[in-house]
């Protein structure tokens, strides 16, 4: 299957700071990945489409303003989490497809921790 | 996309076939099964899709009963690795264009 890579594996920083995530297909391009937010014992929740070249669309009660997407590249999406606080604590995955696919290809994820 | 319905947890013991049900009685012609895996703390796994008939792949086997209405995700030889949340997903045929939407699974647990 492709491959999708997210950089950090796991992150710790002080309320108030901002933190970038990085989501990389490795194989494949992608014009379209997908960012979610999963949080202990819950099941994942979409939070955002990333479009390569054009504004992300995002879901319903999530702040565009505190979780800034950019995808500037067929092969890189990040996410930056903003002014951070410790309720942003959380796991934090990507996800891509390879152009004429029918299945999803998953990051390993993120975990952030905000103290 | 349908709504389904799948038992929150199951045990399995190692060696032996895991057969993970899916109810989903809402299912239009349209649309396929979808099974994803998460194991604890990495992201989630491709598994294997139908749309009506029996599938197989390295990983699974994924049975759909005639009328659509269930479906169930075998594991032939489970192992401890087997151990994670199944995810039973109803949808038209996705390309990479689509989102997945989760619900909240299976969470299947191995037993040596």
């Known amino acids: 299957g492709a491959v999708v890579s997210q950089h950090p594996s796991w992150v710790i920083c002080k309320s108030g700071t901002s933190v970038k995530i990085e989501c990389r297909s490795l194989?494949?391009?992608?014009?379209?990945m997908f960012w979610y937010r999963q949080f202990p014992k819950q099941s994942l929740m979409l939070m955002a489409t990333?479009?390569?070249?054009?504004?992300?669309?995002?879901e319903q009660g999530v702040e565009k303003d505190k979780f800034l997407i950019n995808h500037a590249s067929l092969t890189l999406s990040t996410l930056t989490v903003t002014s951070a606080h410790p309720e942003d604590s959380s796991f934090y995955i990507c996800?891509?497809?390879?152009?004429?696919?029918?299945?999803?290809?998953f990051g390993q994820g993120t975990r952030l921790t905000v103290v | 996309d349908a709504k389904t319905t799948q038992p929150p947890s199951m045990d399995c013991a190692e060696g032996r076939a895991a057969n993970l049900p899916c109810n989903h009685s809402?299912?239009?012609?349209?649309?396929?099964v979808y099974w994803y895996r998460q194991i604890h703390s990495q992201g989630p796994q491709y598994i294997i899709h139908?749309?009506?008939n029996n599938e197989t792949n390295e990983m699974a086997s994924l049975i759909i009963t005639e009328d659509r209405k269930s479906s169930t995700l075998i594991l032939p030889h489970a192992t401890l690795r087997d151990t994670a949340v199944y995810y039973c997903?109803?949808?038209?045929?996705?390309?990479?264009?689509?989102?997945?939407?989760f619900g909240p699974g299976t969470s299947l647990s191995v037993i040596p």
């Open positions: 996800s891509g497809g390879r152009y004429g696919g029918t299945e999803a290809f």
């Open positions: 194989d494949f391009q992608a014009t379209t």
């Open positions: 990333s479009n390569e070249g054009s504004k992300a669309t995002y």
């Open positions: 809402t299912i239009s012609g349209n649309e396929y």
């Open positions: 139908g749309l009506k």
């Open positions: 997903i109803v949808s038209p045929l996705k390309t990479s264009y689509d989102k997945v939407i």
